[in-house]
Structure formats: structure tokens, C-alpha cells
């Protein structure tokens, strides 16, 4: 199963500096127009619009030639970076708690909105064999840990239930691992397999039956 996680992004290269300048100004206009949703900025929107105002100044310089131009304008553009991740870090944290508002929190900050597929494991799945009347079991531990279990690190097993008819639970036998394979089953039959985990203090619920039929 997978779910799309939004990333707020500068978006830009930090040796282009024209580019650099133009994302912090696109940034601060943000923050300013919608200053209810960004009031923990880091640095407050004043002290970044300094910086701002600084990088514009010393990059305006350069084209000049001037002796140590360059350098001075490179310092000054080295402090906004630093401030501009600072900020979008800042969103980012504000996405992850709202993120339901995620992408309207990156785009009203003047930031590029990043997408990343996001993988989870689900609790149970099943896959067919390549033999049939066989179906193998995958567990996701770490979930059944977080939901059934006080001290996950003791010694531990799965046990593993299928049911033909959904009424009736047959045993599958344990397993040390989060693997199993369960064999000899009626072909062209929808089949449900559950699981649970024991540890040393005590044994957790049993899954929730996930179904596949057989070939």
C-alpha cells in the first residue's frame, strides 16, 4: 500500500543566486500575506526580509567587478540559504501536522511542492504460490508489536489460523519468522488467513482475516 507524502522544496540551486533571491522574495510575500498560518517563522519575517535586502545589495555589486564582490555577496547569499531551509523546514513541520492543508501551506509560502510515495508494509498480505492450492503468508510485525504486545523485544512467535468457509478456523501452525506457507488447499476457493503473536508474557488478538483465492 503506498500514500503520497507532500515535501515543501526551495526548489532552486543555490549557486544561482538571481534564482535564490527570487524564491526568498516569492517566500517573505508568502509569509507576509498569510501571516496567521506561519507565526513560528524562524527567523521572524523582519530579520528574513533583512537578509533579503542584504543578498539583493551585495548581488547587485557583483557585475561590477569590484575587488571581493563576488565573496561578499557569496557570504551574504550563504546567510539567507541557511535561513530559507530554516523557514522551509518550518512549513514542512506545519505540513506534517495539518496535512490535510499540506498543499496550500507550501504554495502560500512561495515554495515547490515535492511528492514521495510513501510504502507501508500492510499488516498481512497473501500471495499465491506457484504450485497450486498454496498460499504464502507475509506479517508485518512491527504492527502487530504496536497493537498486542508490552515488551516487544522478548522472544516471540507468530501463529498463523486460514478459515474455508469464514466461520471455521483451521490451525496453520507458528513461525518464528513473519513468513509462512500454507499447503494442501482446495483449489478455486476463496481462503482467509489470520495471525496473532506471542511473546513470553502474553499472546495478542488475532488480525483481521485477509482473503485471496486459489488457483
Known amino acids: 500500500m503506498s500514500r503520497e507524502l507532500l515535501l515543501a522544496a526551495l526548489g ?13 522574495q516569492a ?7 498569510h501571516s496567521a498560518d506561519y507565526t513560528g517563522l524562524n527567523p521572524p519575517l523582519p530579520a528574513f526580509q533583512i537578509l533579503i535586502q542584504n543578498a539583493v545589495s551585495a548581488q547587485a555589486v557583483v557585475p561590477t567587478k569590484a575587488v571581493g564582490a563576488a ?14 531551509k530554516s523557514e522551509c523546514a518550518g512549513v514542512q513541520m506545519l505540513v506534517d501536522a495539518s496535512p490535510e492543508r499540506g498543499l496550500s501551506l507550501i504554495q502560500n509560502a512561495g515554495l515547490v511542492v515535492v511528492t514521495r510515495a510513501l510504502y507501508t508494509k500492510p499488516l498481512l498480505a497473501l500471495t ?36 474455508l468457509d469464514g466461520k471455521t478456523y483451521l490451525s ?20 482467509g488467513v489470520r495471525v496473532c503473536l ?12 485477509v482473503t485471496i483465492t486459489t488457483h
Open 128 to 163: 499465491l504460490g506457484t504450485q497450486p492450492g498454496v498460499v504464502s503468508c507475509n506479517a508485518n510485525v512491527g504492527l502487530l508489536v504496536g497493537a498486542g504486545t508490552l515488551k516487544p523485544n522478548q522472544k516471540r512467535f507468530l501463529s498463523w489460523q486460514y478459515t
Open 12 to 24: 532552486v540551486s543555490k549557486k544561482n543566486v538571481p534564482d535564490v533571491i527570487v524564491r526568498s
Open 71 to 84: 565573496k561578499a555577496r557569496d557570504v551574504q547569499r550563504d546567510l539567507l540559504w541557511s535561513a530559507m
Open 172 to 191: 496453520a501452525g507458528s513461525s518464528a519468522g513473519c513468513k509462512t506457507v500454507i499447503t494442501g488447499l482446495p483449489l478455486l476457493t476463496l481462503v
Open 198 to 209: 506471542t511473546n513470553m508474557h502474553e499472546t495478542g488478538a488475532w488480525s483481521q482475516v
Open 27 to 33: 517566500m517573505a510575500a508568502g509569509f507576509g500575506l
